[in-house]
């Protein structure tokens, strides 16, 4: 209810807006070179990849930039059928949760890996929303390699922000909930005493980019937005926006918006890591899904953790600091000399700008306003540096070129405004089409931002697209920022809803690409390497299938003797040794998906056959001038008869030149 | 080896090229658009940087790099396990055709440089060598491109010597 009366209000305020701002159309935004400048011919490659958070879809999905064309949806969080991520036996491990096996997420954010604040091209960090998870792709495959999920947990939305030398990945619930080890059937009303909003910092490993769960900060029950690391002067230190810090449980938009300010919460990280290594941390039994996969095996395991050490921010005095930012702040970015920490209050009519030199210095003096649930609260004049004023309505978002600029979105009055950080002035303003939320400069989060494109992610999408029913495909905006003036260059379209997004060069990736995996390092336990070793075996009413694929057909193409009732597994090597030459498979019936197998790769699809009768199988990916060749049948009788398990290659009694073999049991 | 460059390079272009329009490409206009090419390729290989010698293919292999002097039979061991990873989907070591062709007699009809640098790297002398356009007509699959190294690319001549009765 409360989330329909949310978007009724927004949508409400944006279509008023959209009356008075309707003259700026397509006609006067974009100026006459705009097609030059976002066109790449035919065979030529983007200058930038853009990785675009999947909102709903759960998946990420990566464009190139200026194109603006859909080069790869990357599954996380989401069961994809395309490849059968998170149907095939492999990558279902990925999707276990303490909560069971989870198909969906709501996938917000997205951070690259960074090594002295620029950008590595190493990894890419994901967050899951509805269930707290983040996940790390490696950028070598453009794959889901490690999810872990969070503990003491909900709404994990301030998340997966980095700190400059990808230390650590944090994550801020959004929603405050009793910790994992409290009885959480508690009255609702009891939300002040029992209920606690907690930050988890994940350590990654320089070398393998391997996750774990350092620590968690227990800090007071408010809703935990958005975040970002300091750096520079401020590294060391991470920030994070809250709101209701009104501790209200019903009717958030009005009850949670009662206070003039809420917060940025000033997080101390080395000092964390101080009280951690002093053992000052409580030790909480919970229960948290780590799914790993492994390139050598192809195969992800999923193991459930059982521990987490939290501090304690009211207990521990030094760590968390509250800055008073009006009002309730949703932004929070920092700007490429970490000296400047911009809060956007989504009902704010003025961005306030912190600083960081202030902060420590209103730190020391102790120029406090009081505390909250234990927390100092600095005083808001003694951190300020300064307020754009007037800048718009419904400032969200921060993005930064590296020169001196800003660049925030504003979602009320849907447009783009440039301001200049140290003058606080508004340089240039541009309408977006329409009610922005995210925005992303290309490294616009780091030290050395590559500046040059600005994209703005849209809301709502009336008017721009062909209609498609009721509903509308979501977009995205590119500006160009090189100059004085931003310039709209280009509409396209993307999944829903796209929240942060990522863009790197494409020279800092392209380059690294897996083109195939070698099947002499293959180590997958059911690997069929070479069709002289293709089989078929039973074990009880399990049948594993050693097959093969290559252009063009199966090893074997035809079993018969499988029974209703077996659990059949095939296990599909590619054999091929080439780029681009995936082979698919797929089978008639099956309540699951394809595979889809990477040239030396080995997938396993379980299928459960329900009835007698004779299923065809075949490969789903074009693969040669002969693809449409690449099948064969699997014989299924009923159960209890005694068909002879055997299976075949080019076995028909017209091309009669190879046995039929008898499959071993075991 | 500076001539070889500046022979390779334009061929491997237009490899390139014709290498993408045979995926979406089905059996009937692929014969045909490869017809045209390879005549095409022909004629502006014999007129920018000298003939095709089909005698050693395209690739890095000669006679001042590869020496097949002796005979080695623990190479052509290793090289029937790399065959039967990596080829024997497709080519049986006798004279029957498989998706390509058997493998008993191509060391008495081809050399082995051409060998050697067909195994490595397939496509840009699948587009100009005549044997093999002739060859493709029949097979109508482009032999797939499996990824030899040096090491395995030698071992599976040796492989196919021995097939051809080499002791």
Redesign the interface.
């Not at chain 2, 797939?144 to 030899?148: A, D, R, T, V």
């Given at each position: 209810m409360k989330i329909i009366q949310l978007f009724g209000i927004s949508a409400f305020a944006s279509l008023a807006f959209l009356g008075s701002c309707k003259p700026k159309g397509t006609e006067t935004a974009v100026s006459g070179d705009a097609a030059e400048k976002v066109y790449v011919a035919p065979g030529k490659y983007d200058e930038v990849y853009n990785f675009v958070s999947g909102g709903f879809n759960g998946q990420m999905n990566v464009y190139g930039l200026p194109s603006g064309r859909l080069l790869k949806v990357v599954p996380i969080f989401s069961v994809n059928p395309e490849n059968g991520y998170g149907y095939s036996e492999e990558t279902k491990p990925m999707l276990e949760t303490s909560h069971g096996f989870i198909p969906w997420d709501d996938q917000h954010h997205l951070e690259l890996s960074q090594t002295n604040g620029e950008q590595d091209g190493r990894w890419i960090f994901a967050n899951a929303n509805n269930t707290p998870r983040v996940a790390r792709v490696n950028l070598k495959t453009f794959r889901t390699e490690e999810i872990i999920e969070l503990p003491n947990s909900a709404g994990n939305h301030s998340s997966p922000f980095i700190t400059e030398n990808t230390e650590y990945v944090v994550a801020g619930t959004r929603f405050a909930v009793p910790t994992d080890d409290m009885n959480g059937d508690v009255p609702i009303n009891s939300f002040k005493e029992n209920f606690k909003g907690v930050i988890s910092f994940i350590g990654v490993n320089k070398e393998t980019g391997d996750m774990n769960l350092s620590f968690q900060i227990e800090a007071p029950g408010v809703n935990f937005d958005l975040s970002h690391a300091g750096k520079g002067k401020s590294h060391g230190w991470f920030f994070f926006s809250c709101y209701n810090s009104e501790q209200a449980n019903t009717l958030l938009e009005v009850n949670a918006s009662q206070n003039d300010k809420d917060f940025i919460m000033a997080v101390n990280w080395k000092k964390a890591e101080e009280y951690l290594k002093a053992g000052k941390g409580r030790k909480v039994k919970t229960q948290y899904a780590h799914n790993k996969f492994d390139e050598s095996t192809q195969t992800a395991t999923s193991k459930m953790e059982q521990e987490v050490t939290v501090l304690s921010a009211k207990e521990l005095k030094d760590i968390c600091y509250f800055m008073p930012t009006p009002k309730s702040p949703h932004g929070c970015d920092v700007d490429p000399t970490g000296e400047y920490i911009v809060g956007s209050g989504k009902l704010a009519a003025l961005i306030p700008v912190h600083s960081f030199t202030k902060m420590l210095k209103a730190i020391e003096n102790k120029e406090f306003a009081g505390e909250y649930d234990g927390i100092p609260i600095l005083k808001y004049e003694s951190t300020l540096y300064g307020e754009v004023q007037k800048p718009g309505l419904g400032p969200l978002h921060t993005e930064f070129d590296g020169k001196g600029n800003a660049y925030t979105s504003f979602f009320v009055s849907s447009e783009v405004v440039k301001w200049d950080i140290k003058t606080l002035k508004v340089l240039d303003r541009q309408p977006t089409f329409y009610s922005v939320g995210h925005l992303m400069v290309v490294g616009g989060d780091t030290k050395k931002p590559y500046g040059k494109y600005l994209v703005a992610y849209n809301k709502i999408t009336k008017d721009r697209f062909l209609p498609t029913g009721p509903e509308l495909t979501q977009s995205a905006q590119l500006y160009d920022i090189s100059g004085d003036k931003m310039k709209l260059l280009l509409d396209f379209p993307t999944f829903g809803e796209p929240h942060y997004a990522q863009a790197v060069p494409a020279s800092l990736i392209k380059d690294n690409q897996v083109k195939f995996y070698n099947i002499a390092d293959n180590k997958h336990p059911y690997a069929t390497k070479g069709e002289a070793e293709s089989k078929v075996v039973r074990q009880g009413n399990k049948v594993h299938v050693y097959m093969t694929s290559i252009r063009s057909h199966f090893a074997p193409d035809n079993i018969e003797g499988i029974k209703v009732g077996d659990e059949v597994y095939f296990h599909v090597t590619n054999l091929e040794q080439d780029w681009d030459v995936p082979h698919g498979f797929a089978i008639k019936g099956n309540q699951n998906a394809e595979l889809l197998i990477m040239p030396g790769e080995t997938c396993t699809l379980k299928w459960v056959p329900k009835k007698p009768g004779m299923w065809p199988m075949y490969c789903t990916d074009f693969c040669s001038a002969l693809h449409q060749e690449m099948q064969g049948y699997v014989r299924v009788s009923p159960a209890g008869s005694n068909v002879p398990l055997t299976y075949s290659l080019n076995n028909k009694a017209d091309n009669a030149k190879s046995p039929v073999k008898t499959a071993v049991t075991k | 080896m500076k001539n070889l460059k500046f022979l390779v390079l334009p061929m491997m272009a237009f490899a390139m090229v014709s290498c993408g329009n045979d995926?979406?490409?089905?059996?009937s206009a692929?014969t045909s658009s490869t017809e045209t090419s390879a005549a095409t390729t022909e004629t502006s290989a014999s007129s920018e940087s000298g003939q095709y010698d089909p005698k050693r293919g395209l690739g890095k292999y000669d006679e001042s790099n590869v020496d097949v002097s002796k005979f080695d039979a623990a190479m052509a061991a290793e090289g029937k396990k790399v065959a039967?990873?990596?080829c024997?989907?497709?080519h049986k070591p006798t004279e029957?055709k498989?998706?390509g062709p058997g493998w008993k007699g191509v060391t008495t009809r081809q050399t082995p440089h051409w060998i050697l640098n067909f195994i490595s790297n397939p496509d840009p002398m699948i587009n100009v060598d005549p044997e093999l356009q002739k060859q493709l007509e029949i097979c109508?699959?482009?032999m797939?491109?499996?990824?030899?190294n040096d090491t395995e690319a030698r071992q599976v001549l040796e492989y196919m010597r021995e097939i051809d009765g080499a002791k």
């Open positions: - | 995926k979406p490409a089905d059996a692929s039967e990873v990596k024997a989907s497709c029957e498989l998706v109508l699959v482009r797939p491109n499996q990824g030899l």
